[in-house]
T-cell receptor, first 112, second 116 residues
């Protein structure tokens, strides 16, 4: 079945450091790929998405490119801020009425 | 714009007590609605989804049930809670993107349930 694997956390960075959170997937079809962010005590917020191979999703300085050849969707940001501290979830999904399949989440902690 | 509400925000219940969690969506019609549970260290698990009023599918057999009495209202219930029901319950909505589109799901703020 389909699955999503994220790098183990926590990831600890200093402010303005470069961020990469790895995400790879296994899929039987052609899913869309998503990154969600969860701040402490809150629900999940959609950060970015890509619907087909070679698409790049971007938002708030974060980027991720749908790489079909490597089955990856790594999240990157050039310069992180303390306010980026959160848990990041990679997910894949298909048509309406089906579950998003999530990775286990990666905790990011940014210090000033 | 669309918004999604969940209540209560937190809940502490004894084992064996009933449960009712409510989710409502504003600003859209005929959304797909979902209930997920996020348990500590276990990621997110889809519990129920609904593509219309009285059309509900269960993904995981358990002592929980869901109902959709109105187009934009989704309720998660239990007659008798178990310790293992503790977790963070998230409601989500989506609208079908059409041919070739994906189903982007948007999440509510969640309900933290502790069963003692």
């Amino acid at each position: 079945g389909d699955s999503v694997t994220q790098m183990e956390g926590p990831v600890t960075l200093s402010e303005e450091a470069f961020l990469t959170i790895n995400c790879t997937y296994t899929a039987t079809g052609y899913p869309s790929l998503f990154w969600y962010v969860q701040y402490p005590g809150e629900g999940l917020q959609l950060l970015l998405k890509a619907t087909k191979a070679d698409d790049k999703g971007s938002n708030k300085g974060f980027e991720a490119t749908y790489r079909k050849e490597t089955t990856s969707f790594h999240l990157e940001k050039g310069s992180v801020q303390v306010s980026d501290s959160a848990v990041y979830f990679c997910a894949l999904g298909y048509q309406a009425g089906t579950a998003l399949i999530f990775g286990k989440g990666t905790t990011l902690s940014v210090s000033s | 714009s669309q918004t999604i509400h969940q209540w209560p925000a937190t809940l502490v219940q004894p084992v064996g007590s009933p449960l009712s969690l409510e989710c409502t969506v504003e600003g859209t019609s005929n959304p797909n609605l979902y209930w997920y549970r996020q348990a500590a260290g276990r990621g997110l698990q889809l519990l129920f989804y609904s593509i219309g009023i009285d059309q509900i599918s269960s993904e995981v057999p358990q002592n929980l049930s869901a109902s959709r009495p109105q187009d934009r209202q989704f309720i998660l219930s239990s007659k008798k809670l178990l310790l293992s029901d503790s977790g963070f319950y998230l409601c989500a909505w989506s609208v079908e993107a059409g041919t070739g589109g994906s189903d982007t799901q948007y999440f509510g703020p969640g309900t933290r349930l502790t069963v003692l």
